[in-house]
């Protein structure tokens, strides 16, 4: 069997009354079809129950007495059967003297600065004396103005604002005051509820790291958790190639919602500075839409990695073995030098023809020491020796300056 609803109350109408509820705590493993309202006049008994025919938690019961307190019991059903009954309701009446609004839903929402969007009040009829409306709100309360007014007719304006920091919901509520008995202590005003829509969190835990191509920086990071009860748009990227002092985009719109971009195009060797702002569309009051930036996450500093340098300082000479020489060199040095990628290896070459062709003496030493022995030389010829480096992303797109040894 499902929980008996809980939170049962009526807001009072012309000859009607709408009851809310929430449903219990359980459906009892089978789906709500329906409530049964049961209905008590002026503190009498319950009489029979009227089924609602859905599992919706808010009922208008019609044809009531103006002026008539009423309290209202609710049972759930499912295919199981009937619930217990909830706590009775406390009593509400209906009355042909109303105060409407002309919306009780709205939204506000804001990119920056505020948005304000302007309510009115409506009474069912032009009172015999002034009725003092006083608003309320609720917790992360939006702003309103005036907090009470005065309606000497059948109409009266108030004006609510939202910033862009506020997001949620805002609910406000109603009290009347009046020396006109009809209109005073109403309780048929139903309540506005606000939504508000503001700028998002920025994205949190941002990474980058090079890519094995050259001119490519991979950044992934994680979703704010807040996106300012709007809409997730997309993200923007900024890149610094002077330590954050000034920024550029690198991405203005990133045009999804994917949490990874590959920013490509940069300078091999150059030490760069990221950072991600979160966009969402903002809904605002008169029902346009606007775009929300939010701060900016963490910054990352990123080197971009590269073909390196060739080697400097060639130096050949003799071993004192036959068939023998010793080639030294100075490795390259520095995010720029190196590709910002670590040095794995070097190609030796050599020519014996004065640098008309050239064969591989050692196509990949595998090492980074800045030495080698070539044998299998030929005695009392020239060698020119010339010298690649290796990184991660390949070979260094020159040679070495030619060394020679007679």
Not at 197 to 224: F, I, R, Y
Request: proline share 3%; with cysteine.
């Amino acid at each position: 069997m499902p929980s008996a609803p809980v939170s049962v109350a009526g807001v009072a109408g012309n000859t009607n009354i709408t009851v809310n509820w929430a449903a219990g705590a359980t459906s009892g493993g089978s789906a709500i079809t329906g409530y049964k309202i049961q209905t008590s006049e002026s503190g009498g008994a319950y009489g029979s129950a009227e089924n609602t025919g859905s599992d919706a938690t808010s009922y208008t019961i019609t044809g009531l007495t103006n002026g008539t307190p009423y309290q209202f019991k609710i049972t759930a059903i499912n295919a199981a059967g009937d619930s217990s009954v909830s706590t009775a309701s406390a009593a509400t009446t209906p009355s042909s003297t109303t105060i409407t609004l002309d919306s009780n839903s709205i939204t506000l929402g804001s990119a920056s600065g505020s948005d304000t969007k302007t309510m009115t009040f409506t009474a069912s009829s032009t009172p015999s004396s002034d009725v003092t409306v006083t608003i309320q709100g609720t917790a992360n309360s939006c702003t309103f103005s005036p907090s009470s007014l005065v309606l000497t007719t059948t109409t009266g304006t108030f004006n609510v604002t939202a910033d862009s920091t506020q997001s949620g919901t805002c609910t406000l509520t109603f009290a009347t005051t009046s020396s006109d008995s009809d209109y005073d202590g109403l309780t048929n005003i139903a309540d506005l509820v606000v939504t508000l829509q503001g700028t998002p969190a920025p994205p949190t835990n941002l990474l980058a790291v090079s890519t094995e191509l050259a001119g490519e920086l991979k950044l992934d990071w994680t979703a704010p958790s807040d996106i300012g009860n709007a809409v997730l748009k997309s993200y923007h990227i900024e890149k610094s190639v002077d330590a954050g002092s000034t920024w550029t985009d690198a991405v203005a719109d990133t045009g999804d919602t994917l949490v990874t971009n590959t920013l490509t195009g940069l300078t091999n060797g150059q030490a760069y500075s990221v950072r991600v702002a979160t966009l969402n569309t903002i809904t605002t009051s008169d029902g346009g839409t606007v775009v929300g930036t939010s701060t900016f996450s963490n910054v990352v500093d990123v080197s971009v990695a590269g073909l390196p340098s060739p080697p400097t300082n060639v130096l050949v000479s003799s071993t004192g073995v036959s068939e023998k020489l010793k080639i030294d060199w100075t490795a390259p040095v520095g995010l720029v030098a190196t590709g910002s990628s670590a040095i794995t290896g070097y190609n030796i070459e050599q020519s014996v023809d004065g640098g008309s062709t050239w064969t591989v003496a050692v196509a990949d030493t595998g090492t980074t020491a800045v030495t080698n022995t070539l044998s299998g030389l030929t005695n009392g010829v020239e060698h020119q020796i010339r010298i690649q480096s290796h990184n991660a992303i390949g070979s260094s797109a020159t040679f070495s300056v030619v060394a020679r040894y007679d």
